[in-house]
Structure formats: C-alpha cells, structure tokens
C-alpha cells in the first residue's frame, strides 16, 4: 500500500511556473511507471508526462517544452515543474504511480492559470 500527497499547486498568471510535488509513503522505485495526469471541469482525465523505471520519459503535445517530470528515489517523491503556464494548463493535476497489480492516485492538487 503506497499513499500519494500532492502539494505545489496554486494560482499562477499565464507566463507563470510551478512546481508540483508528490510525496510517497513508500518506495516508488518499483513501479514501473509514475506519471502526473491532469483533469479540467467536464474533461477526461489525461496523461501529462510519465517516467519509466528504466529512466524513458513521455510528454504529451499539449506541454512538451514546458513541463520536466523527475524523481527523486531516495527521497520516495515525484515532481512536475511547469514553466510557461497557459490557461489552458488549469486543471486538477493527479500523482499516479503503477506496476501489475497496483495502481495507486493522490488526492489531486489544483492549478489555476489566469489569463
């Protein structure tokens, strides 16, 4: 059992950076995916960028260029700056660490980004 607690969000005006945090209760060295998905009011949830084990890193469109996942093992803790925020960026974004048999969420951390 791994519990996930984001922190970092806030209100940005666009042209804006933050830095989330995800703060895990145990290892997240063994999952082999952890990943920060976004979600707007009456929106699907998305994936936003993702980390593999094996160090692969994935972005999608919308923030490549803009937006850096990285992790910390020893501290058990994920991140996700965001530079250059849009409006469009404003979303509840979600901490997610996964392997086979396991899939475990934070609790979500809102971004607001004004025009």
């Known amino acids: 059992q791994v519990q996930l607690v984001e922190s970092g969000g806030g209100l940005v005006q666009a042209g804006g950076s933050l830095r989330l945090s995800c703060a895990a209760s145990?290892?997240?060295?063994?999952?082999?995916?952890i990943s920060w998905f976004r979600q707007a009011p009456g929106k699907q949830r998305v994936l936003v960028a993702r980390?593999?084990?094996?160090?692969?890193?994935y972005y999608a469109d919308s923030v490549k260029g803009r937006f850096t996942i990285s992790r910390d093992n020893a501290k058990n803790t994920l991140y996700l700056e965001m530079n250059s925020l849009k409006p469009e960026d404003t979303a509840v974004y979600y901490c997610?660490?996964?392997?086979?048999?396991?899939?475990?969420w934070g609790q979500g951390t809102q971004v607001t980004v004004s025009s």
């Open positions: 997610n660490v996964w392997k086979v048999g396991y899939d475990y």
């Open positions: 980390i593999s084990s094996g160090g692969s890193t």
């Open positions: 145990g290892s997240i060295s063994s999952f082999n995916y």
